[in-house]
Nanobody
Framework: QVQLVESGGGLVQAGGSLRLSCAASGGIFRFADMGWYRQAPGKQRELVAAITGIGRTNYADSVKGRFTISRDNAKNTVNLQMNSLKPEDTAVYYC??????????WGQGTQVTVSS
């Protein structure tokens, strides 16, 4: 019943911006940790940014100062504003919701491609 749907991916030139959105449904998420992960070909899936139910944030060192994560609990959405994009940001980006250690949900992913 829980479903996460990402949107906003696409193709952009280096230095440009994209805004990713994730809409969650089928559960109660206001107390959950939410975040964005990404996976490039041949690499491990890595945390990009996360935000707790009370708004604490965490970013990968590679995106600090360029990306901003936010959430709207009334709409059950989590967003990722990506600025100053680099070719190395190219990956499939996945929305993630963690209710507890053993209950984690993932979206299907959205492709972000940054050209040089």
């Amino acid at each position: 019943q829980v479903q996460l749907v990402e949107s906003g991916g696409g193709l952009v030139q280096a230095g440009g911006s994209l805004r990713l959105s994730c809409a969650a449904s089928g559960g109660i998420f206001r107390f959950a940790d939410m975040g964005w992960y990404r996976q490039a070909p041949g690499k491990q899936r890595e945390l990009v940014a996360a935000i707790t139910g009370i708004g604490r944030t965490n970013y990968a060192d590679s995106v600090k100062g360029r990306f901003t994560i936010s959430r709207d609990n009334a709409k059950n959405t989590v967003n990722l504003q990506m600025n100053s994009l680099k070719p190395e940001d190219t990956a499939v980006y996945y929305c993630n919701v963690r209710l507890n250690r053993d209950l984690v949900y993932w979206g299907q992913g959205t492709q972000v491609t940054v050209s040089s």
